[in-house]
């Protein structure tokens, strides 16, 4: 089994916030081939509160209490953080093994190496959701990177340091756009506690996309980089050169003026395919909420 540590701002179930994070981590918890060690909360989305509550909150309902939550770093200038602690403790334990996704702000990471210098060699993978290679446009709007630009010298420091970096860039995300209709088709036909949950969680998001962008549908981009990690037969193999800078990564641009680094940034091979993989594994998710009380 891969032993993870998941490092993101989940908002799922917060009034007008994204939902892929909450969608990534019914994910890990519906793949067989993760030991899902905890969740260290990044900022991002919403403030670290806010992330740090929203988590532990649905962790409760669905019955997995077992799995820790850590708090994280509040924003870039201040990365020491339980979560940065535990990141360490775990690298340290798990020399070479563990793996860390990481889709929200990156400050928890650099504030593990800060802490302990040498975490991002202990660390065996890094899987990250962020960054841009150009302009992107969602709908029929532009639409500004996030994850990097939150705080570009702890983006630069993972890109340039770690150890099997894969990046799922915003623009290779974008074949992870799962279709309203679809999505409801899916849901509707699984009796899985899952899938309960989703019915009432996705609608508002659906909602917003298409008021804001006109989209019948949304972009789970998280889960794409926890895919990447678990599942890289979904994806086209090999290598690409990215010259960030902290100058570039303030806007999560990947081609700036930096030193070349090789990375990889993976194309999904076949979206339906990887849409039907991605249903089928968060359907599966073991969660186990409480019967409702009369």
């Known amino acids: 089994m891969i032993p993870l540590i998941y490092d993101c701002d989940n908002t799922m179930g917060l009034p007008g916030r994204d939902v892929d994070d909450g969608l990534t981590l019914l994910y890990l918890l519906g793949c067989p081939e993760v030991a899902l060690l905890g969740v260290t909360c990044a900022f991002g989305n919403d403030t670290q509160e806010a992330v740090y509550r929203n988590t532990r909150g649905l962790l409760q309902a669905w019955g997995r209490e077992d799995i820790p939550v ?8 201040d990365r020491a953080s339980p979560a940065a602690a535990f990141l360490t403790e775990e690298a340290r334990r798990r020399e070479g093994a563990l793996a860390v996704l990481a889709t929200g702000a990156l ?51 993972v890109l340039s340091q770690g150890r099997r970096v894969a990046v799922a860039t915003a623009q290779n995300c974008l074949d992870a756009y799962c279709p309203m ?87 999904i091979l076949d979206p339906v395919a990887y849409r039907r993989h991605m249903y089928d594994t968060i359907l599966s998710a073991s969660i186990h909420p409480e019967p409702d009380r009369v």
């Open 70 to 77: 850590l708090r994280g770093a509040e924003g870039p200038g």
């Open 181 to 267: 209709e679809e999505c409801a088709a899916r849901l509707a036909e699984s009796a899985s506690p899952a899938a309960a949950f989703l019915r009432q969680a996705l609608p508002g998001w659906s909602r917003q996309n298409l008021r804001q962008r006109k989209l019948h549908g949304f972009v789970n981009w998280d889960t794409v980089a926890a895919a990447l990690l678990v599942h890289p037969e979904l994806f086209a193999p090999g290598e690409s050169v990215i010259t960030p800078s902290a100058a570039s990564l303030a806007h999560g641009e990947l081609m700036g003026d930096g030193p070349a680094l090789a990375v990889r940034l993976p194309r």
């Open 107 to 157: 400050s928890n990471l650099l504030g593990a190496e800060e802490a302990d210098p040498g975490f991002f060699g202990r660390v065996g993978t890094f899987a990250l959701m962020g960054g841009v290679t150009g302009p992107l446009v969602v709908g029929d709007r532009p639409m500004a990177e996030l994850n990097f630009s939150c705080d570009p010298q702890a983006a630069l420091a």
